[in-house]
C-alpha cells in the first residue's frame, strides 16, 4: 500500500488489504534528519514497513529512548524513564526494584512505536533482559568501538574473534552494524545466568582480548587511552544498561540505521552506517533469508555453556 495513498500525517499498516489507520501524527512534515529529508511522517512509515523485523528486539521489554523533538541537529534527551503525556499505547511499568524511581518504559506493538515516532524519539534501546524475566539477561551485546585511527577491517577481525570466543562458550553470535562507528556481536540466551554472572562472562572475554592482543584491544579505558585500539566494551551486560536496538534509526548525520548482517556480509565496503532509513527497507525486502532468523532459537544458556553437565537437584 504506497504511502502516498494515506492521508496527510496518518501512518497506516503495510500489506493489508484493509489497512487501518494507527495513529494520527502531530506535525508529520517536521525534518527529523534535515539533510536527508527524513521527516516524522518518514520515519513512521520506515518503521511501520520494517515492523515484523524489529519487534522481536523492541517488545516487551524496558526501553532507553533518545528523544530530539527538534531532530538530529537539535537538542537530545537520553530518557530512561516515562515522561508526561506518553501515549496510550506505551506501556509505563515501575521497575520491581526500584518502584520508586518511576515507571520505565516499553510497549506490545506497531501502535507503541508510533507512540514513540510521535514522541519523537530518534533511537531504542533496549535492555537485554524482558519484562517476564528482568533479573535474567535472554541477549549479550558486546559492542565494539573503534579508537582513532582504527581501520574497519580491523573491527571486522575483532568481531570475528568474538564470535570465536562466544562459541567456544557454547553461544551462539551475530553481528550488526550500530549506524554509528562500530559492531555490535549480540549473542541470544536462554534467561538462566542472572545480570553479574553474565556481566562477568562478558568481562572475561574482553579482558581475554586485551590480554592476548594488547596492541590491539582495550578492555575499559577513556577514549584519549585508546588511539589506534578498539575498546571492548562489555558494560552494555549489566542490569539497567542498554544497547540500540537491531533496525533502530540513529539520531546523528546520515539517518544510519543499526543493520543485522550475515558473517560472510562483513567487508570493508560495508561500513558501520552502510544502512540508512533510505536503504534499509529495499534490503529487506531484497533479501532471501533473514540472517537473523534463527536468533531467538539459537539461544542457549550461559550457565550450561559453561558447565554441560549440570548438577541434578
Ligand atoms: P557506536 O558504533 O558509534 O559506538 P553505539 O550505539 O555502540 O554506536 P556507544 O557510545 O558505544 O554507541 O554506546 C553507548 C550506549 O550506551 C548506547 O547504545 C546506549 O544504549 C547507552 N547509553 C547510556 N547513556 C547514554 C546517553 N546519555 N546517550 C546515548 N546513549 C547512552
Ligand atoms: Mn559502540
Ligand atoms: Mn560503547
Known amino acids: 500500500e504506497p504511502a502516498a495513498n494515506a492521508p496527510a500525517g496518518t501512518a497506516r499498516a503495510a500489506g493489508g488489504a484493509e489497512p487501518k489507520p494507527l495513529l494520527k501524527l502531530s506535525h508529520p512534515d517536521r525534518l527529523y534528519w534535515p539533510d536527508e529529508g527524513v521527516t516524522k511522517a518518514g520515519l513512521a512509515d520506515y518503521y511501520t514497513e520494517i515492523w515484523r523485523s524489529i519487534a ?18 537539535g537538542e537530545k534527551f537520553f530518557q530512561k524513564h516515562a515522561w508526561k503525556g506518553l501515549s496510550k499505547a506505551i506501556v509505563q511499568v515501575p521497575d520491581p526494584t526500584e518502584p520508586a524511581e518511576g515507571p520505565l518504559i516499553a510497549i506490545n506493538d506497531l501502535d507503541g512505536l508510533l507512540g514513540l515516532v510521535q514522541a519523537a524519539v530518534l533511537e531504542i534501546h533496549p535492555w537485554g533482559s524482558t519484562l517476564k524475566d528482568w533479573e535474567r539477561p535472554d541477549t549479550i551485546t558486546l559492542d565494539l568501538d573503534p579508537g582513532e585511527g582504527v581501520v574497519w577491517q580491523a573491527v571486522i577481525d575483532a568481531a570475528r574473534e568474538v564470535k570465536d570466543r562466544l562459541e567456544q562458550a557454547g ?4 553481528v550488526k552494524t550500530t549506524g554509528g562507528k562500530g559492531l555490535h556481536v549480540v549473542a541470544p540466551l536462554k534467561p538462566q545466568a542472572d545480570w553479574p554472572a553474565v556481566k562477568a562472562f562478558t568481562k572475561g572475554i574482553a579482558d581475554a582480548m586485551a590480554a592476548d592482543s594488547p596492541d590491539r584491544f582495550v578492555a575499559t579505558i577513556t577514549k584519549a587511552k585508546r588511539t589506534g585500539k578498539i575498546l571492548v566494551d562489555y558494560l552494555r551486560n549489566q542490569r539497567g544498561a542498554t544497547a540500540v536496538a537491531a533496525y533502530s534509526t540513529r539520531a546523528r548525520p546520515g539517518a544510519a540505521v543499526s543493520m543485522p548482517l550475515a558473517w560472510e556480509e562483513l567487508s570493508p565496503a560495508v561500513g558501520p552506517a ?22 531467538r532459537a539459537a539461544a542457549r544458556p550461559l550457565e550450561g555453556a559453561k558447565r554441560p553437565a549440570r548438577k541434578r537437584a
Open 171 to 174: 553461544l551462539a553470535a551475530f
Open 56 to 73: 522481536p528486539f523492541i517488545v516487551g521489554r524496558p526501553l532507553a529512548l533518545l528523544r530530539c523533538p527538534n531532530g538530529i541537529a
Open 274 to 295: 552502510y544502512f540508512t532509513v533510505m536503504t534499509a527497507p529495499t534490503r529487506l525486502a531484497a533479501l532471501s533469508a533473514d540472517p537473523w532468523a534463527d536468533f
